[in-house]
């Protein structure tokens, strides 16, 4: 006789869930996944998705404004003079001149906002269609967990199995809550979607914010900051750290701001924001000194508060945080039997990736496959400014600290003949092995496109290879990615150093 199918039951369709949902269904789970807001999830729909479609359209801003430098003339097309295109924005439209006629680099809002919704509903819509064609039953609904189900045996777990979406009633075996998070507001500043904004609220804006105040300074709100200021619009970032990114790399982050600074942001460190309010047409700040900051829009990236409320979490014996994030461990479990979580939910490491990894080790645990539990101290993260910021490994806090009995060597992108050519001259590489051995354990590649260039120490961290290995890989002259072989060599030990 055939055993039973396992039965899983999903409460939301981000990539901790729809991920997870995948791989259960490939292994002969009966998966239902259940959300409230739209497949892929605030990942696709409103947050990550959405922000990597503008800074898409941010750099290539970026791209064009440093055009001249590389000897292409960028101005405006001969004809009869007028800066402005319909509904667009140019940046440094008025220091623009000598050709007169139309801007040939203008931000047309209302098309940028359009094409990141589009993309957004366009990738929901694939990953719907994904978990269709593995046969996973979607419900669209808000659910909650109901207490112990009745089903039993193999693959059902004598658990809190039954949830409950409107009057409909499911039950599973194994049941894991991937709801997500929602932006954190400041109390008596709510986000009116007009002038205070989330960042969830940005791409139903009529036009560029003129005058933009971005509240807090962590990934966020450096990743914003940097789009529209590239974009055209004057920026102001309200900082209550010493530094912008004040949990990231420390020399990363003072490339960043200086960055910042020089492009024409303000960046207002030691700052906390007090409060925000409408007045006339734009907003107030008011910062807890009693200084003010006024501008068209603020948008506030103050944290994430987990979406865990109303889920019947604690009634079912599941442990959270002060702050309501659910506890797992590294194989996704939360306190209650047969109950798992992933995601932002959980509050470890807020990535796609990481929520994607959390949803589908649950499955493989829940399912009964071997399962690697997490390793968070090799994720791989990168911080969509310009240039970006991507790290890996163990951090140089940690080196730094003693913590990490590590060597270190960091290499300034402006010696890179490539990067020369391109006319890159911020960022670096940084890189770290273990002393003894040259085992990498770590890297932070501050550069254009460091995401894409961080594979190479992510592959090296992963494998436990050596700095001796990096170096004697071929690396194509000239490319950025020699400076990460170029690091490499700096690090390997002296012949006859056989610690
Ligand atoms: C602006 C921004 C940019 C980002 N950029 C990146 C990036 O570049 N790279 C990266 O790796 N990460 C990025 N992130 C983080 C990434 O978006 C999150 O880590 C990821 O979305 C977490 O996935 P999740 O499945 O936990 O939750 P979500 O994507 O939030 O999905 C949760 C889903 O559950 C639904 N839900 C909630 N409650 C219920 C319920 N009771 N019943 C049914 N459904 C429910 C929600 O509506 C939602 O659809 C970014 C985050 C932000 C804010």
Redesign the pocket.
């Known amino acids: 006789m055939s055993q039973p199918r396992a039965s899983i039951v999903i409460?939301?369709?981000?990539?901790?869930?729809?991920e997870a949902a995948l791989v259960a269904a490939q292994l002969g789970a009966r998966v239902t996944v259940?959300?409230?807001?739209?497949?892929?999830?605030?990942?696709?729909?409103?947050?990550?998705v959405?922000?990597?479609t503008l800074i898409a359209s941010s750099s290539t801003m970026s791209v064009v404004q440093g055009a001249e430098d590389l000897g292409i003339r960028i101005g405006r097309a001969p004809g009869p003079a007028g800066g402005r295109v319909p509904g667009g924005h140019v940046p440094g439209g008025e220091r623009a001149g000598g050709w007169g006629g139309r801007a040939l680099a203008a931000v047309d809002a209302p098309r940028l906002y359009a094409r990141i919704k589009a993309l957004a509903k366009a990738q929901s819509a694939d990953v719907a269609l994904r978990l269709a064609a593995e046969g996973v039953e979607i419900i669209s609904?808000?659910?909650?967990l109901a207490g112990p189900g009745h089903l039993a045996g193999p693959g059902h777990l004598a658990g809190p199995g039954r949830i409950v979406?409107g009057d409909q009633q499911l039950e599973a075996g194994s049941v894991l809550i991937?709801?997500?998070?929602l932006?954190r507001v400041l109390p008596g500043s709510e986000p009116d979607g007009e002038r205070i904004l989330t960042?969830r609220q940005l791409y139903d804006l009529p036009e560029l914010p003129p005058e933009l105040i971005v509240v807090g300074s962590g990934?966020?709100g450096a990743?914003?900051a940097g789009a529209y200021q590239a974009l055209g619009s004057k920026v102001t970032l309200v900082s209550s750290r010493d530094r912008v990114m004040p949990h990231e790399d420390a020399d990363a982050a003072m490339v960043l701001e200086d960055v910042f600074r020089r492009r024409g942001m303000t960046v207002l460190s030691r700052s906390r924001a007090a409060g925000v309010k409408r007045s006339g047409d734009g907003v107030v700040v008011t910062l807890e000194d009693g200084r003010t900051v006024r501008g068209s829009h603020c948008l506030l990236?103050v944290g994430?508060v987990p979406?865990t409320r109303?889920?019947g979490l604690e009634e079912a014996g599941i442990t959270l945080d002060g702050a309501g994030f659910i506890g797992v461990d590294r194989v996704s479990r939360t306190t209650a039997q047969g109950v798992y979580a992933?995601?932002?939910?959980?509050g470890v490491m807020?990535?796609?990736?990481?929520?994607?990894m959390q949803?589908r080790i649950a499955m493989w645990h829940t399912l009964g496959e071997a399962v690697q539990p997490i390793r968070l101290g090799h994720v791989a993260?990168?911080i969509?400014t310009d240039p970006e910021i991507a790290t890996v490994g163990v951090t140089a806090a940690a080196v730094e600290s003693g913590a990490e009995d590590a060597t270190a060597v960091k290499l300034p992108l402006a010696t890179n003949p490539r990067a020369k050519m391109q006319g890159f001259r911020d960022g670096f590489v940084k890189l770290f092995a273990r002393r003894g051995t040259g085992i990498v354990l770590g890297g932070v590649v501050v550069a254009p496109r460091a995401s894409e260039l961080i594979l190479g120490i992510s592959l090296a961290v992963e494998q436990s290879l050596t700095v001796d290995q990096m170096a004697h890989t071929f690396s194509v002259y000239p490319s950025l990615s020699g400076s990460l072989t170029e690091a490499a060599r700096k690090l390997m030990r002296p012949a006859g150093d056989i610690r």
């Open positions: 409460l939301g369709g981000g990539p901790g869930g729809y259940v959300d409230s807001d739209g497949l892929g999830g605030a990942c696709v729909l409103t947050d990550c959405p922000s990597k609904g808000r659910a909650r979406v991937a709801t997500g998070a932006p960042w990934v966020t990743e914003f990236t994430m979406a109303d889920l992933a995601g932002d939910c959980t807020m990535l796609a990736s990481v929520a994607a949803g993260a990168t969509f």
